[in-house]
């Protein structure tokens, strides 16, 4: 298993682990290099168990969690919910393993691994925002404990999500939940939301609040069973098998 694991890439900063030592965060089943797993332990370990393929014994159930799932699997779930590779390199490690999506794959691959005969397809709204992380670290008073941004992140003059330059066209848009300059591409209507007390809907960016999964032909996503065996092969068999006793 060594050989096929130190030949992909990092997930997060896409470097290349041929020469280097690979490491797993087994929650989320990807690869990672030496750096990027030094940032994953300050996540926790509730959110990113991290451990050495060369240095640690990993268990039957942790090695099994890689296998089923892996950076590209991880890296396909996410572009259904509109997260792109570029995307999600311009986020920092607490915005990326804070979205609403990665939670879901994290559920998913936990059902998945024990075997569960319900696999979680519902996105959970997060609570945790850039604000709250300030607020863990001491930085924020106590009176900025909303979870929605008080401040606007200054105008930028590329989308901070896409990086597409903005002109008199292309406008100019502000996250009301994390605060980002993000553009009309990277806020889509369908993640709109309200922000109570108001019942009318704001614009949220797409990190914050994923769009649904864009349909695929031949794929039915309210059909489990059929999502299941197209992620994942090896969970096939005994999906079906869980099918035909319904």
Same mark, same amino acid.
């Given at each position: ?5 130190? $030949? ?12 280097? /030592? &690979? ?52 890296? /396909? ?16 490690? !607490? ?18 691994? $024990? ?8 996105? !959970? ?10 607020? /863990? ?15 606007? !992140? ?39 939301? &309200? !922000? ?16 649904? &999964? ?18 994942? &092969? ?13």
């Amino acid at each position: 298993m060594m050989a096929p694991l130190a $030949q992909q890439n990092c997930c997060d900063c896409d470097s290349v682990l041929a020469r280097a /030592d &690979p490491w797993l965060s087994i929650q989320h089943g990807i690869i990672l290099c030496l750096d990027c797993a030094g940032k994953h332990r300050s996540l926790g370990v509730h959110i990113s168990f991290i451990r050495s393929l060369r240095l640690d014994e990993c268990t039957a159930e942790q090695l099994h969690m890689i296998e089923i799932g892996g950076n590209e699997n991880f890296e /396909d779930f996410l572009q259904t919910y509109g997260i792109s590779k570029q995307t999600w390199k311009s986020l920092t490690i !607490i915005e990326k393993y804070h979205l609403p999506a990665v939670d879901l794959w994290r559920r998913r691959l936990k059902a998945i691994a $024990q075997g569960q005969s319900v696999i979680p397809c519902d996105i !959970i709204q997060t609570t945790y925002s850039i604000h709250q992380h300030a607020i /863990d670290e001491n930085i924020c008073s106590n009176n900025h404990t909303t979870l929605y941004a008080k401040v606007w !992140i200054p105008d930028t003059s590329n989308c901070q999500l896409c990086r597409r330059k903005f002109t008199f066209f292309f406008r100019r848009h502000h996250c009301r939940r994390c605060g980002r300059c993000i553009c009309t591409e990277c806020s889509p209507q369908n993640s709109f939301r &309200p !922000i109570p007390p108001s019942i009318f809907p704001s614009r949220h960016c797409k990190a914050c609040v994923p769009p649904p &999964p864009r349909s695929i032909p031949g794929i039915s996503f309210t059909t489990q069973q059929k999502e299941e065996a197209h992620h994942y &092969p090896s969970h096939s068999s005994s999906s079906s098998s869980s099918s035909s006793s319904e």
